[in-house]
């Protein structure tokens, strides 16, 4: 395992790399590099959830719920701890998961971490060229069925956006959910940001619903701030409904109604995917 870190190479040491996982969440691992030096050291991990086969997933999201996940670095020297670690923005880096056998995994990763909340790290630390290539744990297992990951994704005024928390909680065989994704950028205060779909009425795959069928609420803190309230207008399609999970599209026109918003939010190429287990 190895990267460059704010332009300094680093490798883990020999024997410096571990490698876990969980049968409690399909695709998980955490795999941390530590480099040694005397009783210093500076470790680099990844936590991945849902990996499911080769390809590129973000760093940002919680992988307890959706596809990719986070990383952190952590520096020990002498009496200093300095810990940072990638928060839930959705979009902090990615990792590109270039093989994928029943016993190894291996691939590439870049990601920028602020300091950990509470840590009083200074700055931030860039992570580039990373690469492992590392033994699968016993516990790794691949997502399989119904139950890979869940996904909400929306372009906001332009700028692509991937909800970094994604749940839902309904009963899909009466065609009734809530369902939404989140993120948080830990740099700025109050920056929680929130889209959620709620039906008022129950929906049905192939079929496409506005304000008074399915509500989509857009609720945002600091810098995403305020939009929605009269004039709303949304579109949400459906299409896919199973007994455990639902997918569609939507989009929105969302009038400012305060905060730092001068304009409207328009919401563009949403898109989402979950599991809501009956």
């Known amino acids: ?45 990844l936590y991945l959830g849902f990996i499911s086969g080769t390809g590129t997933y973000p760093l940002g999201v919680n992988q307890g719920t959706t596809p990719g996940g986070g990383g952190s670095v952590l520096i020990k020297n002498g009496a ?3 810990i940072y670690a990638i928060d839930f923005t959705g979009d902090r880096g990615s990792v590109n998961v270039t093989t994928l056998t029943s016993t190894r995994i291996a691939g590439t990763f870049t990601f920028v971490a602020p300091p950990s909340l509470g840590s009083g790290a200074p700055g931030v630390k860039t992570v580039t060229n990373g690469t492992f290539d590392v033994a699968l744990p016993a516990s790794f297992t691949l997502p399989t069925g119904d139950n890979t990951g869940n996904t909400f994704t929306a372009t906001l005024n332009g700028a692509a956006w991937t909800g970094a928390t994604v749940v839902g909680v309904g009963d899909l065989s009466t065609g009734s959910f809530s369902l939404g994704g989140s993120t948080t950028d830990n740099t700025v205060t109050n920056s929680t940001l929130s889209i959620n779909l709620v039906t008022s009425t129950p929906v049905s795959a192939g079929n496409t ?48 109604i305060g905060g730092s918003a001068t304009g409207p939010m328009v919401i563009t190429n949403g898109a989402f995917d979950l599991r809501i287990a009956p």
């Open 1 to 45: 395992m190895s990267a460059s870190i704010d332009g300094q190479a680093w490798a883990a040491s020999q024997n410096g790399v571990l490698v876990t996982g969980s049968q409690q969440t399909p695709g998980f691992l955490t795999i941390t590099g530590t480099q040694i030096t005397g009783q210093d050291y500076i470790a680099v991990s």
């Open 80 to 82: 200093t701890l300095n």
């Open 209 to 256: 619903y506005d304000q008074t069928g399915v509500v989509l609420h857009f609720d945002g803190q600091a810098n995403n701030c305020c939009w929605g309230g009269a004039g709303a207008t949304s579109s949400v399609t459906i299409t896919s409904l199973t007994a455990t999970r639902v997918a569609g599209t939507f989009s929105a026109n969302l009038p400012a």
